[in-house]
């Protein structure tokens, strides 16, 4: 398929094949024939510059040699390889003699060839290539750094020499030998390198064919992939991990798809509905612990739940397996991708039997606490660290004219209970002319203060009831409790007015008496 042709002394043609006259036709438009001196066919400054090349390997008995590409149209570019020598006679030169190859093919595979050859340079893959008899013929970079070994150290050297006998008998004879008979073999192990040290890798043995697709070798591929299989292991670490915590909640696990059907629960919510997991799983709303008559309410909160109207606890009513209702707390979430697409829902169903029952019985106490509060003819108050009133009895409420209503309750205690001294200022009570010196006021103060119990104290004083003015003593104590973090005196006090004024009559006639005696 070369082309070959002969010119003498002048660069005429004296002899060609058909090869030259196809390529030249094809090149360059004219037809070779004999005598025919081909650089005057050629345009300038072609004609120019080959007359020049002619001349001076004939004057100057040198060769000529170059490639050069020719673009025919419609992709076809092709590459030939040119050879020009002088020919001679006797000693003498009388011409040259021309060599011409389409070298296309060539080149094309050469450069296939240089693109593979940079890929596997390049791969972060350990490869080899073995052939028949488990000798090395190829390695990449990449074998090398992990061996920590010269090239000429294993190319050439068998598996055996490098491995071990030992190791090539029973770990890797037979995976060379399954593939060198047409088997792809793949597998994953741990491998000790002597230059990086332990790599969790993943090997594949191909088939290497050649031209005539025989089998004459093995590509031995290996891949590390440590960082992977460490991401695997703790990937598995944490799932058992949440498995084992979800099996071990003591609250129930609802996980849900977007059109409301169970994916999963843990135990907790098969022990605490009754219904066993084969029970619910695949199941859609209605689901079978939705009691019939609170079907209104539970379909109202899950639509909301769908639709991001409400993450909050949300408490319902469910139905246990045997019939039993009993009050839950849900704690709804959601699941989304990467995308931020909603994948699945899950929640979180807390029992809140005993909680509930629990709280009935706080508030019987309170109420029977409330009960015994106001019935007791004592006047009990609550004051805050302002002395405000925040809570009263109902003979504190009767006997000061108060309404029954908390709203009302926002004075300091004097000014509640109608103190004449509390009217002294505008600002109240604790700004008035005596109340430097009110025994019952510094009591509070002392008790906010120092926590102290104050008992027995008189206080005397003119209070306004019904417009009124009316002379009272008053026998109170004070204590010190904690009410929501907040320190609060409770103050009790009785009326021993009337007591009072009977001492005081008593104390009178006894003196009376007395004189009398006296005059005697």
Known sequence: NDSIAARDFEGRLILFNQSFAQITSRLFGFLARVGLKTTDQLPEPHRRRWENVLRKIVTEDIQHHQEFCYDFGNGDIRTYDLKINPTKRDGKITGTVEFTRDITNQRQLEKMLSQYQFMVTAMADSVSLI??????????????????????????????????????????????????????????????????????????????????????????????????????????????????????????????????????????????????????????????????????????????IINLINSE??????????????????????????????????????????????????????????????????????????RKVIEANAYFRSFTGWPDHPISLSEKACGVLGCINSLDDPRGCGFGTHCKICALRLAIRDTLKTGHKHTGIEYKTILIIDGVKKDIVLLCSTALIQKNNQKVVLLSMVDITERKQTEEALQITLTKYEILFDTF
């Not at 088939?207 to 891949?223: E, F, K, L, S």
């Not at 959601?334 to 706080?362: C, H, P």
Request: charged share 25%; proline share 5%.
């Open 131 to 304: 052939d028949q008899n488990y000798i090395y013929q190829i390695i990449n970079p990449e074998y090398l750094r992990r061996s920590g070994k010269k090239h000429d150290a294993i190319v050439g050297y068998s598996v055996a020499e490098l491995m071990g006998r030992e190791t090539f008998e029973n770990n890797i004879k037979d995976k060379l030998d399954r593939c060198l008979a047409g088997e792809t073999v793949h597998y994953r192990e741990w491998f000790n390198f002597a230059a990086v040290g332990d790599m969790f890798v993943d090997v594949t043995y191909s088939p290497y064919r050649d031209g005539q697709d025989h089998i004459t070798g093995v590509v031995v591929n290996a891949r590390n992939i440590t960082e992977i299989k460490q991401v695997e292991n703790e990937l598995r670490t944490a799932k058992e991990f949440s498995e084992n915590l979800i099996a071990s909640m003591q609250d129930g696990l609802s996980v849900i798809d977007k059109q409301g059907v169970h994916i999963d629960v843990n135990p907790a919510f098969c022990r605490i509905t009754g219904f066993a997991r084969d029970e619910l799983i695949g199941v859609g709303p209605p689901h079978p612990y939705w009691p019939q008559e609170e079907y209104p309410a539970i379909t109202h909160a899950f639509e909301n």
């Open 313 to 386: 606890g949300i408490e319902l009513v469910f139905s246990r397996k045997n019939g039993e209702r009993f009050p839950v707390i849900i704690t709804p979430s959601i699941l989304r991708d990467s995308m931020g697409n909603i994948v699945l829902y899950f929640a979180t169903i807390k029992d809140i039997s005993d909680r509930k029952q629990a709280e009935r019985i706080i508030v019987d106490s309170k109420n029977e606490l409330q009960q015994v509060y106001d019935s007791v003819p004592i006047m009990i108050c609550q004051l805050n660290p302002d």
